[in-house]
């Protein structure tokens, strides 16, 4: 008994560093992505600075004298260093504090509202992406310049280039207006959310065509990289079937590379909500974020961006996960 | 794909023709829009018919919401487009070039462009675009081409540095650095030449991506504005419209669709397949 207790304890003591080292590496990309996230909010709050006019004036009556402008900026602090309110701002933003409109509304309770509708249509618009590369990219690859192969390499190619309001004019073309099958507006019900499902069909195809198109390409170049490699060569000659080799042998590998695109199409995605749920009439962040440019209502714009942009910071943070793993585990 | 698909020698000896194939209907769309103006009937801001007036013999396409002739506007709206998304590909193409030729001779410059290429990653396109179109309310299409070439540059930095990072520590290079040669010399003259394919395939992916950044601009009325005739603009302008005069919209929707997939197809066949695996990362 004790004999072993003396075996493991190197081995147990050799675990722990590798689990302190592991938690420090952790802990160095948790850093570097944070600081990378405050440092575009800087960016982002002091180009607001630079704009010409300011909320104040913006969204003035008319009529209204130099002096209740002057009052009105002072109320929403726009007259302090910008130093300080960037501070203030992003100190509160943890907290949920988005900051106050230009109307004087708190941004959070405007977004209350439409967050729940967009986290809807963009998750499952992502979710139906990556079902859908990984299948058609895996497809393809079984037969490397096969007939599929040559047509999900030439549909992939084309898709990815057409912005989402053109597919969504084609989508409204076939399904509304030569069919019948579906609404082309949507309707908002009395809750605040689309009245009915069918009205997420439409806004999800047009941003799941491009997204998957892109990473359709990523997925075929990635499992074309590891067929390249002696060990998925080595299970090919030993005449395994082709789906086991892909499936268990070359998508461990391509994995690292497949969640760095599907982490990029992150940020094409949430652009991509804004244009389609503008053209849908979908009651969405968009809709708010199209009224706050109007408006140059900057604090509604720079809450969306921080929220985007913490968005992706997570996805990023995953891929980070998911390459270190893979790479974990070859090493 | 096998080793053998890899290393097939017939792929490398593909003759030149057959690969300049995929670029002609690029070709012909650009050339074709650039001239559009020509044959156009009516003017791009006379009504011709009622508003969302049904295709006739006066109006092959229709009217548009205010009337306005959807041919004579879709072969006006094409030139501008195109030049911008044109001018963005090259300018961002040359910055990228220098800066990545430059960022794998100086780690920390290159240090400083991988951040910041990682940092304007959490800032999604149409997110950039509304900010710059706030801080420059009059800027419209000048605005969206500055905001386009600076969201684009730190990514395709990034692209030039990765293809250049191996050449930095080849033989030719340190046999130069020995020689006394100066980082410009190095960057122009020995590094430069041997990224032509990268460089091809970034502009071709450049010119795609400009495309789609610019036209989605045009849809959100940030850049171009009435009464211009932008096949984006037009297709928010003629929204309201779809079931009057469909024409209105499916016309320009169409010009902006088949645009955006023949010049992605041609970038994609010029580019090598290294660098196209490269621009893809």
């Given at each position: 008994m004790s004999s072993t207790e003396v075996a493991t304890q190197p081995v147990a003591a050799s675990a722990a560093r590798k689990a302190g080292a592991v938690a420090l590496r952790i802990?160095?990309?948790?850093?570097?992505?944070?600081?990378?996230?405050?440092?575009?909010?800087?960016v982002v709050f002091a180009a607001i600075e630079l704009l010409p006019g300011d909320a104040a004036s913006a969204t003035?009556?008319?009529g209204e004298g130099a002096a209740g402008i002057a009052a009105r900026r002072h109320l929403l602090g726009l007259d302090r260093p910008v130093w300080e309110r960037f501070w203030d701002w992003i100190t509160a933003l943890p907290t949920g504090d988005l900051g106050t409109s230009a109307r004087g509304e708190r941004v959070s309770d405007l977004l209350a509202a439409p967050l729940p509708n967009t986290?809807?249509?963009?998750?499952t618009a992502f979710v139906l992406t990556v079902l859908a590369a990984l299948a058609l990219g895996i497809w393809a690859a079984a037969r490397p310049k096969g007939a599929v192969d040559r047509v999900v390499d030439l549909t992939?190619?084309?898709a990815f280039a057409l912005p989402e309001f053109v597919v969504s004019i084609g989508l409204l073309l076939v399904l509304s207006l030569w069919t019948g099958w579906l609404p082309a507006a949507t309707v908002t019900g009395g809750d605040g959310a689309p009245a009915s499902w069918t009205m997420l069909i439409m806004p999800v195809l047009a941003l799941t065509v491009p997204q998957t198109g892109?990473?359709?390409r990523i997925v075929r170049a990635a499992l074309a990289d590891q067929a390249a490699t002696p060990h998925v060569e080595a299970a090919h000659l030993d005449g395994l079937p082709v789906r086991r080799v892909l499936l268990r042998h070359a998508l461990p590998g391509a994995w690292p590379a497949i969640a760095t695109g599907i982490a990029t199409s992150t940020g094409m995605l949430l652009g991509g909500t804004v244009v389609v749920e503008t053209l849908f009439n979908y009651p969405g962040i968009g809709t708010v974020l199209a009224g706050a440019v109007a408006d140059r209502d900057t604090p509604v714009i720079a809450a969306v961006v921080a929220c985007a942009a913490a968005l992706i910071t997570v996805v990023l943070l995953l891929a980070d996960l998911v390459r270190a793993r893979t790479l974990g585990a070859r090493s | 794909m096998t080793a053998a698909a890899v290393l097939d020698p017939r792929a490398a000896r593909r003759p030149r023709p057959r690969m300049f194939l995929p670029v002609i209907p690029a070709v012909l769309l650009v050339l074709g829009a650039v001239l559009g103006p020509?044959?156009?009937a009516h003017s791009v801001d006379k009504p011709v018919t009622a508003p969302y007036g049904e295709a006739g013999t006066d109006a092959v396409l229709g009217g548009d919401q205010l009337g306005r002739d959807v041919l004579s506007r879709l072969l006006h709206g094409g030139s501008a487009l195109i030049g911008s998304a044109l001018t963005v590909a090259v300018v961002v193409t040359l910055a990228a070039t220098l800066l990545g030729c430059f960022a794998v001779l100086h780690p920390r410059l290159g240090r400083l462009v991988e951040r910041i290429a990682d940092t304007s990653i959490l800032l999604p396109p149409v997110l950039g675009i509304m900010l710059l179109a706030l801080a420059w309310p009059g800027g419209?299409?000048?605005a969206i081409t500055c905001a386009a070439i600076l969201l684009g540059t730190p990514y395709a930095v990034r692209i030039v540095a990765s293809a250049a990072a191996p050449l930095a520590t080849a033989g030719f290079i340190e046999a130069a650095i020995a020689g006394g040669e100066g980082t410009a010399h190095l960057a122009l003259r020995e590094i430069l030449p041997n990224l032509r394919a990268t460089i091809l395939a970034l502009f071709g992916l450049r010119f795609v991506d400009a495309v789609y950044v610019i036209s989605m601009a045009g849809f959100l009325q940030l850049g171009p504005q009435p009464p211009e005739a932008d096949w984006a603009l037009m297709i928010r302008e003629n929204g309201p419209g779809i079931l009057l005069n469909p024409w209105a919209v499916v016309a320009p929707g169409l010009a902006i669709g088949l645009l955006a997939i023949s010049v992605n197809l041609a970038a994609n066949a010029l580019a090598p397949a290294t660098a196209r695996r490269a621009a893809l990362r």
């Open positions: 802990g160095a990309v948790l850093g570097k992505r944070l600081l990378m996230l405050v440092v575009l909010l800087a003035s009556e008319r986290v809807v249509l963009g998750t992939s190619t084309a892109w990473n359709t | 020509l044959p156009a419209g299409r000048l």
